[in-house]
């Protein structure tokens, strides 16, 4: 069953396109993976599932249903963890769960034990008394997760949730996400971090300068680049005049440069990666060779021409 399906969407900011012809659809029980450098429109593709801005045009269903005309029961039924976080300092912990539990209606015992769950859920029992203000940025990002749970969504959308934030909060709050699919949660996870949906997501889309450029599982993504051969080469020097060469043979894709590394990416089959082999040998005797399974950012720079390596974007 579809939980959410988004067919041509069209936003514009004044000139600016942000989505351009967009679908996305999401299936119960899985963990979609929304890839994207900053500026993709991941966030703008988001809030417009959630009903938070208006688009020029296109269709949006929700839970089987049309949006406009059923906006308030969808809300109901979704969460969003907002990429900004959205949590009042000056009040506890348990106060923060409180005022989001009572917007969706939760009130008295039934309000109380889902604040305990959702508390125990993500490790924050013991500062329920606490006020946020003094918490770390992995504290605060737990509790702007808790925030939109209190009142157990069906589908769950969460922006950027680990920006900003040190190793073991992130793991604890991969984890949380596997759990949450684990109880049924559907789930829509957006990030700029490949790792992160190479991790968790059962179903990866890519977003690029407001497209969708590619989508399936991360097996279907490298599959669809396979025709391609990569290979790492260490040397003992690299000259100008080498990669020049190398770039020149018919078949080689790219050739990148890091200190005495290089990695080349050319066509399957063309035979050059022998060619390349000898220019370098030739150049002054190769250290190391290792031939690599292609990654999601293999996947993202081929379609792109862009790296995306750990939020930090070269073109
Ligand atoms: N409120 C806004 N007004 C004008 N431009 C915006 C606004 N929000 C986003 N944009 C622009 O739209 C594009 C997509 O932004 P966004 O959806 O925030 O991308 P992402 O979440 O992938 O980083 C960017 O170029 C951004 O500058
Ligand atoms: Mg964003």
Known sequence: MLVAQMNNIVKRYGSHLALDHVDLDIREGEIVGLLGPNGAGKTTLI???AGLNRIDSGSIHCFGKPQTANL???KRNLGLVTQD???FED???WENLAF???IYGLKGSGLKKRIEETLEFVGLTDCANKRPGIFSGGMKRRLNIACALTHKPKLLIMDEPTVGIDPQSRNHILESVRELQRSGTTILYTTHYMEEVQSIASRIVIMDQGHVIAQGTLDDLID???HEEKIKIELVEVTGQLLEQLR???GVKSVTQEGNKLTI???VGSGNLDRALALARHAGGIRSINAEKPTLEDVFFTLTGKQLRDGKETS
Request: glycine share 8%; proline share 0%; aromatic share 4%.
């Open 47 to 49: 809030h417009a599932l």
């Open 72 to 74: 308030m029961e969808i």
């Open 85 to 87: 976080i959205t949590i």
């Open 91 to 93: 009040l506890t912990v």
């Open 100 to 102: 989001f539990g009572g």
């Open 224 to 226: 669809n680049i396979q």
């Open 248 to 250: 020149q043979l018919a």
């Open 265 to 267: 990416i050319s066509t």
